[in-house]
Structure formats: C-alpha cells, structure tokens
C-alpha cells in the first residue's frame, strides 16, 4: 500500500523557518521525482518545488525560489522541502507528491497546514 505522510507544518511568525518532510513507503522511492505543492484558501494550487528521482534537479516556483529548499534522503525514503523567511502568502496546506512517467500513477500526502501570522 502506498503512502506519503507529511509531517512538520505548523505556525511560525513571518521571518521564521520550518521544515516539512514527507516519509514515503509501499513504491520503489528512487524511481520518482518527488514535488510539494500547496493550495491556500480560495487559491489555486500551486507546484513549489520538484526533485528528480535521483536528486540531480530541483526546479522552484518563482514565489519561493532563494527562501526554500527541496532534498530527498533515498535511504530514509523522505523528501524534505525547507522554508526560510516565511511570509503570510506562504500560508497554505503542503502536500507531497510522488510522479514518475506514465502510465504510473500519481501518489499524494494527505496535506500539512502551514500558517505564517504574527
């Protein structure tokens, strides 16, 4: 059974930092690029950052390119995404996902909360 577990959310004041990781098991880790995307409320969802799925390419959304940092740890199965000098705009649910070429499927967390308020 696959599953993505996210873990690390929560509410930091602007300025701050948090991590997020996301512990995959039941499918072949390293044969998936790995991204987080987020969706804020009313908003739509937005791709934050990839990783390839041998780590060699990261790629950023423009909003967070310089603040955050995506890195996956093979032997752990888990893909982090570090987030520096939060702001409010960054206030969304985080959710992992797992994307190799089709016909394999997508798989997706279940969502992490990150709220960015003083």
């Known amino acids: 059974q696959v599953q993505l577990v996210e873990s690390g959310g929560g509410t930091v004041q602007p300025g701050g930092s948090l991590r997020l990781s996301c512990v995959g098991s039941g499918f072949t880790f390293n044969s998936y690029a790995m991204s987080w995307y987020r969706q804020a409320p009313g908003k739509e969802r937005e791709l934050v950052a990839t990783i390839s799925d041998h780590g060699s390419t990261t790629t950023y959304a423009d909003s967070v390119k310089g603040r955050f940092a995506i890195y996956r740890d093979t032997v752990k199965t888990t893909v982090y995404l570090q987030m520096n000098n939060l702001n409010p705009d960054d206030t969304a649910v985080y959710y992992c996902?797992?994307?190799?070429?089709?016909?394999?499927?997508?798989?997706w967390g279940q969502g992490t909360q990150v709220t960015v308020s003083s």
């Open positions: 996902v797992a994307r190799r070429p089709r016909p394999f499927p997508d798989y």
